[in-house]
């Protein structure tokens, strides 16, 4: 089930390596030496309860939690404590979570812990990388945190199974926390001093759900690449604005990598070539500054890449166990709004892919636009209304992430008493993100949809090379339109194409990797 490759613990991860977990493509380890680093922050923590009822107060340890945080808590009652911590703080709602996403949430948690701050034992973490191992899976919902003290909800329903509690998937079935563990031949842990905090405080909901959004992202921005390459050619689009010299006066890196890609997936084009001396002298925008806009998106993602990576190795919870002092010490790692920053912007950018898409979606179905084309691409136009709802649907996605690009980091809503006076919203962000980017890709499946229509009442002149190899794996998988049939399934397929990646790998074999 799980590829050869193993990720270390407490180890820099790609957003790269945190997808190899979460599909189950790469197996997590824990190495002596983050065993040894957890160890050591579990002695403080040690040395701290065994002190009993003398013990100064320390925050989640031997007190109780958020505007309750002045409360002392015997001695005698500290895993009860934990256990009510847990319990208390699952009340998530909404539907459940992807099962990707929750192997994510589990692994990063492990990461979080093996950094050496939590102080929590190596037993939880040994236990948590076994439910990994074994496929068992905790139904988390995925609504209730507002990103501070870190995802605390969502958090919770994971460590109710580590607990014995709640319900989890395993081998298809569902079954409470117990009866999952015991499926897969494991036993719940007794949680001790702070063991509770340092399974709920933290961002891995954020994190998680954010981390493999930005990545998918990415993959879309490649594909608007190729995908706009085929709608210009479908349009007898010019690429002359592809020039390196262009990019190099304005040397954004997005931009750069964009323009490289399309002058490479155009190579050797036909059907520009057939159109070299028309009169027409600049493209629309949506054709004519594919670079500038899929660039800037492009740098947008790089930067969230940058954030999401750099909070795969932080120490997210609180209070933190500094073992080399023996100190422990509360501050606020736990709060979401570095994360909610960047996934809000990601959000956007990954919405302007969309955005211009659509727009040359309306140019290749509008008569009045399309150089020529017949009305709709309709191969009997007025007996056939062709793609004219393809665009609908398109406008209509498009729309719809215009409302979810409102930045959620922007909101706060004071919880806990007032003790927890402003939160980052960052799991909003997150799920919006993902959502943004699932609209994305329909869009750009509709728009190659459309285009490869284009492309087949060009012929026989062939298009550029990638875009040549494209096209012929889309017509693999959906025939091209004769007369009016049920668009839906068509959309589909597409649209696997491009979740899959098998589009761009067409393309790629051609003309070579695309940035």
Same mark, same amino acid.
């Given at each position: 089930?799980?590829?050869?490759?193993?990720?270390?613990?407490?180890?820099?991860?790609?957003?790269?390596?945190?997808?190899?977990?979460?599909?189950?493509?790469?197996?997590?380890?824990?190495?002596?030496?983050?065993?040894?680093?957890?160890?050591?922050?579990?002695?403080?923590?040690?040395?701290?309860?065994?002190?009993?009822?003398?013990?100064?107060?320390?925050?989640?340890?031997?007190?109780?939690?958020?505007?309750?945080?002045?409360?002392?808590i015997?001695?005698?009652?500290?895993r @009860?404590?934990?256990?009510?911590?847990?319990?208390?703080?699952?009340?998530?709602?909404?539907?459940?979570?992807?099962?990707?996403?929750?192997?994510?949430?589990?692994?990063?948690?492990?990461?979080?812990?093996?950094?050496?701050?939590?102080?929590?034992?190596?037993?939880?973490?040994?236990?948590?990388?076994?439910?990994?191992?074994?496929?068992?899976?905790?139904?988390?919902?995925?609504?209730?945190?507002?990103?501070?003290?870190?995802?605390?909800?969502?958090?919770?329903?994971?460590?109710?199974?580590l607990?014995?509690e709640?319900e989890?998937?395993?081998?298809?079935?569902?079954? @409470?926390?117990?009866?999952?563990?015991?499926?897969?031949?494991l036993?719940?842990?007794?949680?001790?001093?702070?063991?509770?905090?340092?399974?709920?405080?933290?961002?891995?909901?954020?994190?998680?759900?954010?981390?493999l959004?930005?990545?998918e992202g990415?993959?879309?921005?490649r594909? *608007?690449?190729l995908?706009?390459?085929?709608?210009?050619?479908?349009?007898?689009?010019?690429?002359?604005?592809?020039?390196?010299?262009?990019?190099?006066?304005?040397?954004?890196?997005?931009?750069?990598?964009?323009?490289?890609?399309?002058?490479?997936?155009?190579?050797?084009?036909?059907?520009?070539?057939?159109?070299?001396?028309?009169?027409?002298?600049?493209?629309?925008?949506?054709?004519?500054?594919?670079?500038?806009?899929?660039?800037?998106s492009? !740098?947008?993602?790089?930067? *969230?890449?940058?954030?999401l990576?750099?909070?795969?190795?932080?120490?997210?919870?609180?209070?933190?166990?500094?073992? !080399?002092?023996?100190?422990?010490?509360?501050?606020?790692?736990?709060?979401?709004?570095?994360?909610?920053?960047?996934?809000? @912007?990601?959000?956007?950018?990954?919405?302007?892919?969309?955005?211009?898409?659509?727009?040359?979606?309306?140019?290749?179905?509008?008569?009045?636009?399309?150089?020529?084309?017949?009305?709709?691409?309709?191969?009997?136009?007025?007996?056939?209304?062709?793609?004219?709802?393809?665009?609908?649907?398109?406008?209509?996605l498009?729309?719809?992430?215009?409302?979810?690009?409102?930045?959620?980091?922007?909101?706060?809503?004071?919880?806990?008493?007032?003790?927890?006076?402003?939160?980052?919203?960052?799991?909003?962000?997150?799920?919006?993100?993902?959502?943004?980017?699932e609209?994305?890709?329909?869009?750009?499946?509709i728009?190659?949809?459309?285009?490869?229509?284009?492309?087949?009442?060009?012929?026989?002149?062939?298009?550029?090379?990638?875009?040549?190899?494209?096209?012929?794996?889309l017509?693999?998988?959906?025939?091209?339109?004769?007369?009016?049939?049920?668009?839906?399934?068509?959309?589909?397929?597409?649209?696997?194409?491009?979740?899959?990646?098998?589009?761009?790998?067409?393309?790629?074999?051609v003309?070579?990797?695309?940035?």
């Amino acid at each position: 089930m799980h590829g050869e490759r193993e990720i270390g613990l407490g180890e820099a991860w790609t957003l790269e390596d945190l997808a190899d977990v979460a599909y189950g493509r790469a197996r997590v380890v824990l190495r002596e030496d983050a065993r040894a680093r957890i160890d050591r922050a579990r002695a403080v923590v040690d040395r701290l309860a065994e002190a009993g009822d003398g013990a100064p107060n320390v925050y989640g340890v031997n007190t109780g939690f958020g505007a309750l945080a002045e409360t002392r808590i015997a001695h005698d009652q500290i895993r @009860t404590l934990q256990r009510n911590l847990v319990r208390s703080h699952a009340c998530g709602v909404g539907p459940l979570l992807p099962t990707p996403v929750v192997r994510a949430m589990m692994a990063l948690r492990a990461q979080t812990v093996a950094i050496g701050c939590s102080g929590a034992r190596a037993e939880v973490v040994d236990l948590l990388l076994a439910m990994l191992e074994r496929r068992v899976h905790p139904r988390i919902p995925s609504q209730g945190s507002v990103g501070a003290s870190g995802d605390l909800a969502p958090l919770a329903h994971l460590a109710l199974v580590l607990i014995g509690e709640g319900e989890a998937e395993h081998e298809g079935a569902v079954l @409470t926390g117990s009866g999952a563990l015991a499926a897969a031949g494991l036993a719940p842990v007794v949680l001790e001093a702070k063991e509770g905090l340092a399974l709920i405080n933290g961002t891995q909901l954020i994190l998680a759900v954010g981390a493999l959004a930005v990545l998918e992202g990415e993959a879309l921005a490649r594909h *608007a690449d190729l995908i706009g390459a085929m709608s210009l050619e479908a349009l007898q689009g010019t690429g002359r604005p592809f020039d390196d010299r262009i990019a190099r006066v304005r040397p954004h890196p997005g931009h750069a990598a964009s323009a490289a890609n399309l002058r490479a997936i155009l190579a050797e084009s036909e059907i520009m070539e057939s159109h070299r001396d028309c009169k027409k002298v600049q493209d629309p925008y949506s054709l004519r500054c594919m670079p500038q806009v899929h660039g800037a998106s492009r !740098d947008a993602l790089g930067w *969230a890449r940058q954030v999401l990576e750099r909070e795969i190795v932080a120490a997210t919870d609180n209070p933190l166990v500094f073992a !080399d002092e023996g100190e422990i010490i509360s501050g606020g790692n736990f709060h979401g709004q570095p994360l909610a920053i960047a996934l809000d @912007t990601a959000a956007i950018a990954i919405a302007e892919l969309a955005n211009v898409a659509e727009r040359r979606i309306e140019q290749l179905v509008n008569p009045a636009m399309s150089s020529g084309l017949p009305p709709f691409l309709a191969p009997r136009s007025g007996l056939d209304s062709g793609f004219m709802m393809a665009q609908v649907t398109a406008a209509a996605l498009v729309s719809e992430n215009k409302v979810l690009c409102h930045p959620a980091s922007v909101d706060s809503i004071p919880s806990s008493a007032g003790k927890e006076d402003h939160v980052s919203m960052g799991s909003i962000s997150a799920r919006k993100c993902a959502q943004v980017a699932e609209h994305v890709r329909w869009v750009l499946a509709i728009e190659a949809l459309v285009a490869a229509q284009g492309l087949d009442l060009r012929a026989p002149l062939q298009a550029g090379l990638g875009v040549r190899a494209a096209h012929a794996r889309l017509r693999e998988s959906v025939a091209t339109l004769l007369e009016d049939r049920p668009l839906h399934v068509d959309i589909e397929a597409v649209s696997e194409l491009v979740r899959s990646g098998e589009l761009l790998r067409a393309a790629s074999e051609v003309v070579g990797p695309l940035a």
